[in-house]
């Protein structure tokens, strides 16, 4: 298994994960992600912040970072952060455990970068992601409603967020 940095060869791939992962969220959720523009996706992929995990040289999960999230995080993005985003596994790989494996590779990151937390964030009534985020050791950290126009993609408009963080 390894955790490498996508290309731009990956980014057809990236759409389509995106469009499983869109529909697994209508089958199993009221809240949906409403899709993801090419530019943003395009300059997450030239800045090294879009990651894919290999399994026996496939792609099996995809997920994507940034170190400042103020919309957000507000105040506490002041604090040196990597923020996970969009974790999304192929169904032939659900239950490798994934997230954890991302947390991993994010204590290493975080050491090796001098960065101090690792957060995530998720829609604040889904239990089950509450639940599972919790037991793979992060802290749930709070509530925070997001503003309309907030220049975040449109799942996020007007929405309530659930914030969770581990320290590094």
């Known amino acids: 298994m390894q955790v490498i940095h996508s290309t731009s060869a990956d980014i057809n791939t990236i759409f389509e994960f995106y ?5 697994h969220q209508k089958k ?32 099996a999960c995809i997920f994507a970072v940034t170190f400042s999230d103020p919309q957000i995080w507000e105040e ?3 604090d040196s952060a990597i923020y996970i985003h969009r974790i999304v596994t192929h169904p032939d790989f659900r239950g490798y455990g994934f997230v954890n494996v991302i947390i991993d590779w994010a204590k290493e990151y975080t050491k090796t970068n001098n960065i101090q937390f690792i957060r995530m964030d998720t829609w604040a009534d889904n239990e089950k992601l509450l639940a599972y985020y919790t037991g793979c ?3 749930h950290v709070g509530l ?21 963080e581990i320290e590094a």
């Open 144 to 164: 925070i409603k997001i503003a309309p126009n907030s220049g975040l993609p449109k799942h996020y408009e007007g929405i309530s967020l659930n914030l969770f």
């Open 137 to 139: 050791g992060f802290n």
């Open 76 to 78: 506490r993005n002041a």
């Open 28 to 59: 199993v959720f009221h809240h949906h992600w409403q899709g993801f523009s090419l530019e943003l996706v395009t300059q997450e992929v030239e800045e090294n912040r879009q990651y894919k995990i290999l399994v026996d040289g496939q792609i």
């Open 19 to 23: 469009a499983m992962a869109i529909a």
